[in-house]
């Protein structure tokens, strides 16, 4: 079966609350293969590049405060439909709209500190990869 790449970012949120083994368990368990992972705080820029489809919205600034405001985790995780498999792990933006069992329906309440980022599509999971781990798209 045909494999495909996605971009996931365990928050800062998700880093202080040492829910990384959580994130990282269920991706596993579901079947995905981490390829790439770091720890790393993330410069302004990045995190306005990163979000720029959000650039024009009331939240974007605190959405890029909030990202930067200390480590993340970042990794790229592989498997048949990488990016639809993730994102149904994650669960819906507004944690409390998540489906329980879902990462944000178990661990969130707040729309801004939602614990997880996965990549909406196949060409955003591209584009993300390239600017988190270039090369590796
Ligand atoms: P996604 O993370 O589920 O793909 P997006 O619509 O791409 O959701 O939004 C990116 C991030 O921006 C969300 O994960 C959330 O943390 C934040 N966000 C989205 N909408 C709001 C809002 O109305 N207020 C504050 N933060 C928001």
């Keep these: 079966m045909s494999s495909e790449r996605t971009l996931i970012l365990v928050k800062p949120d998700g880093v202080s609350r040492g829910l990384i083994g959580e994130v990282i368990g269920r991706l596993e368990r579901k079947g995905l293969k981490i390829v790439a992972l ?3 705080t ?3 820029s990045v995190a306005e590049t990163h979000y720029g489809e959000h650039a024009s919205k009331p ?11 200390g480590p ?3 990794l790229v995780a592989e498997g048949p439909r990488a990016t639809e498999a993730a994102r149904g792990l994650i669960g819906a933006t507004d944690p409390v709209k998540a489906v329980p069992g879902s990462l944000r329906g178990d661990f969130a309440l707040e729309i801004g500190q ?3 980022h996965g990549s909406d599509s196949p060409e955003s999971a ?10 590796l798209s």
Aim: without cysteine.
């Design 38 to 40: 770091e720890l790393r």
């Design 114 to 116: 939602n614990l997880v």
């Design 126 to 135: 591209k584009r993300e990869i390239d600017l988190f781990f270039p090369g």
């Design 59 to 69: 939240f974007f600034g605190e959405l890029v405060d909030f990202i930067t405001s």
């Design 42 to 44: 993330l410069e302004r």
């Design 72 to 74: 993340l985790v970042a």
